[in-house]
């Protein structure tokens, strides 16, 4: 399994491999119960499914994607990686520019939690 790199010191990012302790970016990785095939194309489906978000690298087992803002395009990063064993789904959402962003990257992990359990 891919390691997702560490959040830096800004509170634009989060992640679910943040170290413990790390509780302004400490995310619950996304859990599933099936196959792991199946939750990795629940997780592109949901992505496919949101607005301004464009898929740009997946290889079955990590994945990148990057979302604009409405108004002034910023980009930030979605980063995923599958843990079969685990059967998780780690995520990790950051701003590339600016300090702080509103709450942006952990509504959309959560969003993307809803998505992925059909809740949308």
């Known amino acids: 399994m891919r390691s997702l790199p560490p959040c830096p ?3 634009n990012c989060v992640c679910s491999q943040a ?19 199946a ?3 629940a997780l592109r489906e949901a992505l496919d499914g949101m607005a ?15 979302a604009r803002s409405l ?8 980063e995923c990686t599958l843990d079969s064993e685990a059967r998780v789904i780690h995520v990790r959402s ?5 300090y702080g962003d509103m709450g942006v990257n952990r509504r959309r992990v959560e969003t993307l939690r809803r998505l992925m359990r059909g809740e949308g």
């Open 94 to 98: 950051a701003s590339r520019v600016g």
């Open 9 to 11: 010191d800004r509170p």
């Open 39 to 41: 939750a990795w194309a």
């Open 71 to 78: 108004l002034f395009r910023f980009v930030d990063d979605v």
């Open 52 to 66: 301004r978000v464009t898929i740009i690298e997946d290889t079955g087992s990590y994945l990148h994607a990057e």
């Open 19 to 37: 170290p413990g302790g790390d509780a302004r970016h400490a995310i619950e990785p996304l859990r599933f119960t099936g196959e792991p095939a």
